[in-house]
């Protein structure tokens, strides 16, 4: 059955080729008045799929009978034994003994397409071992019979290979008298070509039923292959980061555990980094999503082209990276790996119209000196991150237990900050402005305290960083706005009409939230009160990692009737320019440039500069930690009209604010 379904359709270029057959013998050459065809751009020794095509042949005499052994129908078993079988090797060992044995072949070979124009041999049958010895042999796809298989997408069959237009010499050499290729396709694409190659003059030529199991075994291999490509894709996948294409954490966990192994037999050290980029929330919110994966695949480029074959780099998820380094013999040679990664990626990141400076935190610890498992590590370099960051970041921090301990108390810390919320347990304490000429107060400062239970009464330093970049930071401003509407409420039906100035965190810049929180809080207020009379401080480091940010939100404040003050002014890079770039109304002298006024000349520059500065623009200059009179004296001297510092009053609650102050 089998033989007459193969034979259906194809009985005429069946009588055609026999016809042929009884006229002539084959002995592998080609007539000298017989030219070559030019429909597939081959000779005429071509056949193309399920249709006799002339054979090379010789006007010798005698003839060659065919060998009907090797024709016939197809063996279902041998279709059976390719259905079951999975492993692509062994898949191609029965196809090729299947079809070499059947068409009386030497061996056969499949040959893989490789980006982007070239083939590559991947697997032999049976093939003389000088024919092996090209194994992997990579070639142009435009070059031999299986590029022209490829390329016109039709078998094509050669019977005198050294005498083909396709011939290599390479394979001259090793002996090919004559080729079949076959292309092999799935989903429409060309996948590799199938070689069935003889080193002695074939006995006879393929016919059309030969042509179709030719046919089928082909389509075989062709969804075998697509299986198999499907399978490594998976697999690549499931060790892989589908974007950059770095290991994956399931990868570097597996690389990690034989590193380590590794590293206690050889007695050499083992580096785990971990990094991620500066402020990568901002690039997405600039640039885009589309930008900010870019930059990843920037970084995982540049960083895999700065480290040895054997090092691992791994995308954890987000912006964040980790870094294996093995067979290490001291710590130089992961600092200089270190600050070699640091300074490649110090970068400017954008399009023409707007671009962003890129630095990146990273930390390490290096086993087996930290003893940890296989997380632990990981767990303990991403400590030394942290603190990179909490540093400024753009540096690299080797791991300690201090940074472990530091750590932990602050993960309890946000625990204990997010019941503090709940219990009331914060409380705001005021700090007069004053007129420094006369000591009146003008306006005061509200500052974060919290009552801890056990800890007593704890300043911002001893838990924002805590909880900077966390949802308790969104829910305190949420609480500090509160807070500063309700206390304006009750100084304003008393008739006190005092400026309060309050502090933002880096996350109401990131965040873009502020102003609509005041918004909303203002209209739940059950007392109408004039936001003229509170103003906001943005601390000058965190408004410069996020200058358009930071001024869209000034725009808005302004846009209410809120004032703002640029806090710590003096510890940011470029300060003085950021009087004209950013519309603000006063700025504050950082305490550290204040308390060494009396004896530094340097600091006594600095400070005349920027109150000079903040004249010439229209803006109000405001010192703070003012403690002695001899720097109240220096200010005065030089301009300054407003300030605060314990030399007039300590923070206060709110009560006692009212006690010490000329205008209760």
């Given at each position: 059955?089998?033989?007459?379904?193969?034979?259906?359709?194809?009985?005429?270029?069946?009588?055609?080729?026999?016809?042929?057959?009884?006229?002539?013998?084959?002995?592998?050459?080609?007539?000298?008045?017989?030219?070559?065809s030019d429909?597939?751009h081959?000779?005429?020794?071509?056949?193309?799929?399920?249709?006799?095509?002339?054979?090379?042949?010789?006007?010798?005499?005698?003839?060659?009978?065919?060998?009907?052994?090797?024709?016939?129908?197809?063996?279902?078993?041998?279709?059976?034994?390719?259905?079951?079988?999975?492993?692509?090797?062994?898949?191609?060992?029965?196809?090729?003994?299947?079809?070499?044995?059947?068409?009386?072949?030497?061996?056969a070979?499949?040959?893989?397409?490789?980006?982007?124009?070239?083939?590559?041999?991947?697997?032999?049958?049976?093939?003389?071992?000088?024919?092996?010895?090209?194994?992997?042999?990579?070639?142009?796809?435009?070059?031999?019979?299986a590029?022209?298989?490829?390329?016109?997408?039709?078998?094509?069959?050669?019977t005198?290979?050294?005498?083909?237009?396709?011939?290599?010499?390479?394979y001259?050499?090793?002996?090919?008298?004559?080729?079949?290729?076959?292309?092999?396709?799935?989903?429409?694409?060309?996948?590799?070509?199938l070689?069935?190659?003889?080193?002695?003059?074939?006995?006879?030529?393929?016919?059309?039923?030969?042509?179709?199991?030719?046919?089928?075994?082909?389509?075989f291999?062709?969804?075998?292959?697509?299986?198999?490509?499907?399978?490594?894709?998976?697999?690549?996948l499931?060790?892989?980061?589908?974007?950059?294409?770095?290991?994956?954490?399931?990868?570097l966990?597996?690389?990690?555990?034989?590193a380590?192994?590794?590293a206690?037999?050889?007695?050499?050290?083992m580096?785990?980094?971990?990094?991620?980029?500066?402020?990568?929330?901002?690039?997405?919110?600039?640039?885009?999503?589309?930008?900010?994966?870019?930059?990843?695949?920037?970084?995982?480029?540049?960083?895999?082209?700065?480290?040895?074959?054997?090092?691992?780099?791994?995308?954890?998820?987000?912006?964040?990276?980790?870094?294996?380094?093995?067979d290490?013999?001291?710590?130089?040679?992961?600092?200089?790996?270190?600050?070699?990664?640091?300074?490649?990626?110090?970068?400017?990141?954008?399009?023409?119209?707007?671009?962003?400076?890129?630095?990146?935190?990273?930390?390490?610890?290096v086993?087996?000196?930290?003893?940890?498992?296989?997380?632990?590590?990981?767990?303990?370099?991403?400590?030394?991150?942290y603190?990179?960051?909490?540093?400024?970041?753009?540096?690299?921090?080797?791991?300690?237990?201090?940074?472990?301990?530091?750590?932990?108390?602050?993960?309890?810390?946000?625990?204990?900050?997010?019941?503090?919320?709940?219990?009331?347990?914060?409380?705001?304490?005021?700090?007069?402005?004053?007129?420094?000429?006369?000591?009146?107060?003008?306006?005061?400062?509200?500052?974060?305290?919290?009552?801890?239970?056990?800890h007593?009464?704890?300043?911002?330093?001893?838990?924002?960083?805590?909880?900077?970049?966390?949802?308790?930071?969104?829910?305190?401003?949420?609480?500090?706005?509160?807070?500063?509407?309700a206390?304006?409420?009750?100084?304003?039906s008393?008739?006190?009409?005092?400026?309060?100035h309050?502090?933002?965190?880096t996350?109401?810049?990131?965040?873009?939230?502020?102003?609509?929180?005041?918004?909303?809080?203002?209209?739940?207020?059950?007392?109408?009160?004039?936001?003229?009379?509170?103003?906001?401080?943005?601390?000058?480091?965190?408004?410069?990692?996020?200058?358009?940010?930071?001024?869209?939100?000034?725009?808005?404040?302004?846009a209410?009737?809120?004032?703002?003050?640029?806090?710590?002014?003096?510890?940011?890079?470029?300060?003085?320019?950021?009087?004209?770039?950013?519309?603000?109304?006063?700025?504050?002298?950082?305490?550290?440039?204040?308390?060494g006024?009396?004896?530094?000349?340097?600091?006594?520059?600095?400070?005349?500069?920027?109150?000079?500065?903040?004249?010439?623009?229209?803006?109000?200059?405001v010192?703070?930690?003012i403690?002695?009179?001899?720097?109240n004296?220096?200010?005065i001297a030089?301009?300054?009209?407003?300030?605060?510092?314990?030399?007039?009053?300590?923070?206060?609650?709110?009560?006692?604010?009212?006690?010490i102050?000329?205008?209760?």
């Amino acid at each position: 059955m089998a033989r007459s379904m193969l034979r259906d359709g194809a009985q005429s270029g069946t009588e055609a080729l026999e016809r042929r057959r009884s006229q002539r013998p084959w002995h592998g050459h080609r007539r000298k008045d017989e030219p070559y065809s030019d429909q597939i751009h081959g000779p005429a020794n071509c056949l193309r799929q399920g249709r006799g095509c002339r054979g090379d042949e010789s006007d010798q005499g005698g003839g060659v009978a065919m060998d009907n052994k090797n024709s016939g129908s197809i063996d279902v078993e041998f279709l059976h034994r390719l259905v079951r079988e999975l492993d692509i090797g062994r898949f191609f060992h029965i196809a090729a003994e299947g079809l070499a044995t059947h068409l009386g072949a030497d061996g056969a070979a499949l040959i893989v397409r490789e980006e982007p124009d070239r083939l590559r041999y991947r697997f032999f049958h049976g093939l003389p071992a000088r024919h092996q010895s090209l194994a992997a042999y990579s070639f142009n796809d435009r070059l031999g019979v299986a590029g022209a298989a490829l390329h016109t997408r039709k078998p094509i069959l050669v019977t005198d290979y050294a005498a083909s237009p396709y011939a290599l010499p390479e394979y001259v050499e090793s002996g090919l008298t004559a080729s079949l290729c076959s292309p092999v396709t799935a989903d429409g694409r060309v996948l590799a070509i199938l070689a069935i190659s003889w080193f002695h003059v074939p006995r006879r030529l393929p016919d059309p039923e030969d042509m179709r199991m030719i046919a089928l075994v082909t389509d075989f291999v062709g969804a075998a292959l697509h299986r198999y490509h499907t399978e490594q894709r998976l697999r690549e996948l499931a060790m892989h980061d589908p974007l950059t294409g770095a290991a994956n954490r399931n990868l570097l966990y597996d690389r990690l555990n034989h590193a380590m192994t590794m590293a206690i037999r050889r007695e050499r050290l083992m580096a785990v980094i971990t990094f991620d980029i500066d402020n990568f929330k901002m690039i997405n919110d600039k640039l885009g999503h589309t930008m900010g994966d870019a930059l990843l695949v920037e970084v995982r480029q540049r960083v895999q082209d700065l480290i040895r074959v054997g090092d691992t780099l791994a995308r954890l998820g987000g912006d964040e990276f980790a870094l294996l380094l093995e067979d290490v013999s001291r710590y130089s040679e992961i600092e200089v790996v270190i600050e070699r990664i640091r300074q490649a990626l110090r970068i400017r990141w954008g399009t023409a119209a707007l671009q962003i400076a890129v630095s990146i935190s990273l930390g390490y610890t290096v086993y087996p000196v930290d003893a940890g498992a296989d997380q632990a590590l990981l767990h303990n370099a991403d400590i030394a991150m942290y603190e990179a960051k909490r540093a400024g970041g753009h540096r690299g921090l080797l791991f300690t237990h201090a940074m472990a301990l530091a750590a932990a108390h602050r993960g309890d810390l946000i625990l204990e900050f997010g019941r503090a919320l709940e219990r009331g347990e914060l409380v705001l304490y005021y700090q007069p402005i004053v007129d420094i000429r006369t000591g009146e107060m003008v306006s005061a400062e509200g500052l974060l305290r919290w009552r801890h239970p056990v800890h007593g009464l704890l300043a911002p330093p001893q838990f924002m960083g805590a909880i900077e970049h966390t949802y308790n930071s969104l829910k305190l401003d949420a609480w500090v706005i509160a807070e500063a509407v309700a206390v304006l409420a009750r100084w304003q039906s008393r008739g006190i009409f005092k400026k309060l100035h309050i502090n933002l965190s880096t996350s109401s810049i990131e965040n873009h939230r502020f102003c609509e929180t005041l918004r909303r809080t203002l209209a739940a207020s059950s007392a109408a009160i004039d936001p003229r009379y509170l103003g906001v401080e943005l601390v000058e480091w965190s408004t410069i990692q996020d200058l358009e940010s930071a001024r869209a939100l000034i725009m808005d404040c302004r846009a209410l009737g809120i004032s703002v003050a640029l806090d710590d002014f003096g510890t940011g890079y470029a300060s003085l320019q950021h009087l004209r770039s950013l519309p603000i109304d006063s700025i504050k002298i950082d305490s550290s440039f204040v308390s060494g006024l009396a004896r530094e000349p340097a600091d006594r520059i600095l400070v005349q500069s920027m109150i000079s500065a903040a004249q010439a623009f229209g803006i109000e200059a405001v010192a703070e930690g003012i403690e002695t009179g001899e720097q109240n004296q220096l200010l005065i001297a030089m301009g300054c009209v407003c300030g605060q510092g314990y030399l007039f009053a300590p923070p206060l609650a709110e009560e006692a604010l009212w006690l010490i102050s000329s205008s209760p």
